[in-house]
C-alpha cells in the first residue's frame, strides 16, 4: 500500500520560512518524479513545484520562483519544500504528489498516481 505522509506545516506570519516534508511508502521511491500541488481557499488546485526522480530537473510555478525549494533524499524516500518569504496568498492545503519517472510533463495534476492528505500552511498578513 502506498502512503505518502506530509508534514511541517502550520500558521506563520507573511516574510517567514516553512519547510515541508513528504515521507513515502509501498513504491520504490526512486523510480517516481515527485511534486508538490496546492489548494487555496475557494481555488483550484495549483502546481506548485516538481523534481524528477534523480534531482536533477526541478520545475516551478512562476509565483513561487525564487522563494521555494524542492529537493529529495532517495535514501529517506523524502522530498521537501522549503518556501521562504511566504505570502498570505500561499495560504493553502499543500499536497505531495507521485508520478512514475518519465510519464508525463510534471505540471499536470491528473498525471500523478499516488497523493498525500495534504497539510494547512496560513500565512498571515
Known amino acids: 500500500q502506498v502512503q505518502l505522509v506530509e508534514s511541517g506545516g502550520g500558521s506563520v506570519q507573511a516574510g517567514e520560512s516553512l519547510r515541508l516534508s513528504c515521507v513515502a511508502s509501498g513504491l520504490t521511491f526512486s523510480r517516481y518524479d515527485m511534486a508538490w500541488f496546492r489548494r487555496g481557499p475557494g481555488k483550484g488546485r495549483e502546481f506548485v513545484a516538481a523534481?524528477?526522480?534523480?534531482?536533477?530537473?526541478?520545475s516551478y510555478e512562476d509565483s513561487v520562483k525564487g522563494r521555494f525549494t524542492i529537493s529529495r533524499d532517495n535514501a529517506k524516500n523524502a522530498v521537501y519544500l522549503q518556501m521562504n518569504s511566504l505570502r498570505s496568498e500561499d495560504t493553502a492545503v499543500y499536497y505531495c504528489a507521485a508520478d512514475v519517472r518519465g510519464s508525463g510533463t510534471l505540471v499536470v495534476a491528473d498525471e500523478y498516481d499516488y497523493w498525500g492528505q495534504g497539510i494547512q500552511v496560513t500565512v498571515s498578513s
Open positions: 523534481v524528477i526522480w534523480n534531482g536533477l530537473r526541478t
